[in-house]
């Protein structure tokens, strides 16, 4: 147990902060800027701190907190980290302030309740992340709903009415599945063991010693609500559509990020309860889950080519990378979790900085239309080249982050017994139709004619350049350095792949 | 005596006059008659078995399906007014604002 | 001393972030980067001094920089190699490259965007050093991936402009080139999959310092596992790995049929086209697949394929080469057939006489391109041979230079290439028993001196055809570094001399192969094919300078049109398959993509399945809301309805 209770703190920070925002005055723009940045770095440094007293060779879970909040239903305030979850948390932590900072000069109007908004949807993902209670976790899961529609649905673009309501009801519908799992599972474990308890922990241990067994019927109606709730948050190809509208017309700035952030809760889902929970069943589900996670990188990336919105072509750039994260997770040994878990970072870095640069570019001329621009690099030449770098990055260039990632996950593919060749061959072309879509972007947006009203477009100005580094550092880092990413989550995922190595070897 | 049944068909009777006239009627004021029916023929059920039984329980109940059925009819009364004052009828078909 | 190796590509990476990140004049870039090439070429000497002091059975210098990658028991270290195969290729890379970053400053000169210029050769230095000094699969993927980004930076250095000669739009090239590349390292990464999964590693030899252990020494061990492909039957495991690199190196290496980047690479920089698609980054694969020359030794390997498709590839660039008019895509077809002859010759387990080609290859190539570039930059900056002729007068250094680059690529002897191609050649006939691999070979020899007489013919003999046209000589930057090429170009073949070996010797701790021995029917095989050749050569020339050198017209066709017709037509547009791969794939990707963005994307998906669940909802709620009839009555008797059931239901219970 460590002394101050770091990850609550972090949890509840911008909550606060999101409060003090709301009661600041309206008119003072810059007090309410710096509370809510302010706020953001503050959960940062708690997150850093967390992370430094986490022991990377430990497995399980670690800084638990608990407090009994329904003794007699068995709910309690649990929130711990692990392997996995801590880079999420990170991640949360890291991409807020730049979200906020991303967003200063794009709102025009009620400013004060935009920073609350993204403050709250802070709070509630890293409740979602650190969260070991399942009702716990279900209700800071559907608390992500509420500021993301209306943060969709009040800045952002033409048709946001429509895609706020569109993402409101579609993944609150399919996580009414997901509460039906979890109830179903805090019901089983009662009647097996006779304690009735909404902690992972214990159902886990309870699971691995035997003491509750499901059979195969039941684990696979489990699973299948766990995974219907997750699969369409993820979202798994054909449930995607809710993501790319809601993405493209979300607001332009950073909000992005953050949104980008709240589709990795559906991966993380899948592998904290459905592969975790439900090895057996996650064995012999995987190869229909590998069929549609492959469908979705090619998929997307075909539809990525032709968008002439390039918010709408990264939004389908984002389908294309969670399906290959989907396919790590359904590999289901070490290094197809580890991949697909640093693949969820990294596809957050790289896509979350390239809106910002669609932002930038939209900000210059008005429009997001891939045809309204051209010849950029020679206009803004450091633009240009940090955006390659990023799009190269997206595209798995070995080097820097994308690749380590991709090239595991594929790897880890390519070894699974339930996966294997047939799965990798398909989705490693992928890999040269990701090249397509984003090369053709930069081509067209940065090389070749420029249009007479970018032909004094300003380079990268202070803030845009510092957001841009910012990103673009651990694009570099963790490419070259990947071990760092790797690290942390090493025990974790052995862990959980040793719980699927005897469902697999039977294959 | 006259035997008990035929108490309970007359009430049964009743009810059915009462049932079809709130199906049926479109004045308000019949609605509300054809509901006192329905309430009396119950009581008429009440006192018969009463008597069969011997049990004082069934006329005591009367006297609450009396209460009841008084406060319910000066509600009902006092609403049917309050509507005629804005729809000038009484005709319980034209009172269809809340449709779905 | 080993820590020498890794200042081998440290110095060009330096170059690289210092050109990009705080050079800003465009003399002080030029000048670092050659520098920082030339420093890299002197650690290479360094290197080779300290390799000869490691033992005869490990020979070779290793230098661990850390770990890269330890993911569960995925273990890759991002460490250095140097044995006599890398040093061979990188005294090439560091060696060309310093003499083409010279010629360099001198030919962008008052160019555009100069330093980028700079910061990119140089990042292609690193690039390309890595890929050959990686002591594993995976970072000379880096390297092999590295070297494609280059190749993307510097075609679409003039991503400005719609359209360089002739007539290509250097960002499309740029993509092209990328694009093409990546459907190759697509093989790539699949095969460092399937050989990781089967070895339980990626690096190429033992590391017991970091407790790795190399799959090179332990091809045999897979050598009768199969992979069932299901309808298709079985295949050996090691004939599917070499397979999937053998694509890999036709997308590097311009080959059969992912060729097509090639050409339109030409929209770059000339110094680019010499140093990246000519000496370096297309000789990738060869290296690839010298190096992995214990998966290709194995009997059941794709080995075979490799050599058809070098071949092919030859003797299809050469003929290609024949028609074209402009001076750079001769060169360039041209480089796609000496390829053809690389992998061939790797194909047929001669790696020493493949890499001996491509060292030869790599000076004189390099020499032809730089001299192109002379003589485009000494006429105004066109690149179109019809509006050429007679340049012999105003540029005499360059027409030397030339002259000795088309005679050593032709095969003349006593030039460089005469020995490596030769090599060959006799290669096929005596010890791969292909009699018609080496007849094909001989062919595509004669068809090379043939173009390149041609070429000779068209630039520097005959009269001037264009009016306006006003020659100089280039500049003294650029005239040595094309002089050091010559001279290698001369005495080139003495690297591995018949009787002297110095290549395969060198090479023996690597490669295990056996010297040549030198046969009179050898000797009779290389002075038929030098025969042929000379006299092809002669023949093109006689054919551009003399015969049909009145009817060469700007802006019409070649002459020889009208004697081959829908032949040379075919020649000319490298036999259409370029155009194919725009039929068949590109459009009709690009026509899918959109169809599945409106159709199936957002009438089927969202409109079937998302709005089609809303509206089947709305209308639900609409038929319920009919049961909301607002009247009383209605109301009254759904009361008695309900009333009715639940007694009936408690009344036929009891």
Known sequence: MNSAPLLSITIWLPALGSLAVLASPRENIVALRSVSLGVSLLALATALGAAFLFDPARAGF????????????????TISVDGISLWLVLLTAFLTPVALVASWGTIERQERAFHALVLLLASGLFGVFTAQDMLLFYIFFEFTLIPTALLIGIWGGAERRSAAIKFFAYTFSGSVFLLLGIIGLYLLHGQSTGVYTFDTATILASLQLGTLRLDAGAERLLFGLFFIGFAVKAPIWPFHTWMTTAHAEAPSSGVVDVIGLLIKIGAYGLIRYNVQLFPATAAWAAPAVGVLAVIGILYAAWIAYQQTDMKRLLAYASVSHLGLIVLGVFALNAQGIAGAVAHMINSALTTGALFLVVGMLAARRGSRELKAFGGLWKVTPWLGSLTLLLALGSIGLPGLNGFVSEFTVLQGSWRSPGLGWRYTLPAIL???????????MYRTAFMGDTPPELAQAPDVRPRELVLLVILAAPVVVFGLYPNLLFGPMQQSVTQIAQGTLPFLASR | MVPTSYYILLSALLFTFGVVGVITRRNALVLFMSVELMLNSANLALVTFA??????????????????????????LALLVAIFRTKRTTDVDEINALRG | MNWIIWLIPAFPLLGFLLNALVVRRERDAGILASVMVGLSFAATIAAMVSLEGAPADAKRLTWTLWEWISAADFRVAFGLLFDPLTAVMALLITGVGGLIHVYSIGYVHGDVRPVRFFAFMNLFVFAMLMLVMADNLLLLFLGWEGVGLCSFLLIGHYFDRRSVPPGINPSDAAVKAFVVNRIGDAAMLAALFAIFTNFGTLSFYDNPQLG??????QAFVVAGETVDLGA????????????????AVAGKSAQLPLYTWLPDAMAGPTPVSALIHAATMVTSGVYLIVRNHTLFDQPASAAPWVLVIGVMTAFIGATAAVAQLDIKRVLAYSTISQLGYMVAAVGMGAYVAGMYHLLTHGLFKALLFLAAGSVIHGIGGHQDMRRMGGLRDDLPTTFRLYLIGALALSGIFPLAGFWSKDEIIAHAWFDARSPLAAIILILTSAITAFYMGRQIGMIFFGRPRDPAMHAHESGSTMRWPMIALAGGALVGGLINFPGLHWLNSYLRPVLQEPEVIYTLGMGI????????????????WKTYARDLEPRIRIGKDDPAFRYLGDLWRGMEIGWGLDWLYQRVFVRPYRAASVFLSQVVDREGIDGVLVDGTAHGLIRLAQGLRLLQTGYVRTYALMFLVGVIIVVAFFALRG
Do not use: N
């Open chain 3, 232 to 247: 298709f039957g079985q295949l050996p495991l090691i004939a599917g790995i070499t397979l999937l690199m053998l694509v």
């Open chain 2, 51 to 76: 008597m069969a039984r011997q049990d004082v329980a069934g006329q005591i109940v009367v006297f609450f399906v009396i209460v009841v059925a008084a406060a319910e009819v000066a509600v009902g």
């Open chain 3, 525 to 540: 095989l290389a002075t038929i094919t030098t025969l042929v050749s000379a006299g092809a050569a002669y023949l093109g």
């Open chain 3, 212 to 217: 790795i252990s190399g799959y090179l020494d």
């Open chain 1, 430 to 440: 992928g890999v040269v139709l990701a090249a397509v879509y984003l090369l053709h």
């Open chain 1, 62 to 77: 670690q800084l638990v907190e608990s407090v009994a909040w329904v003794p007699s239903w068995g709910i309690s305030y």
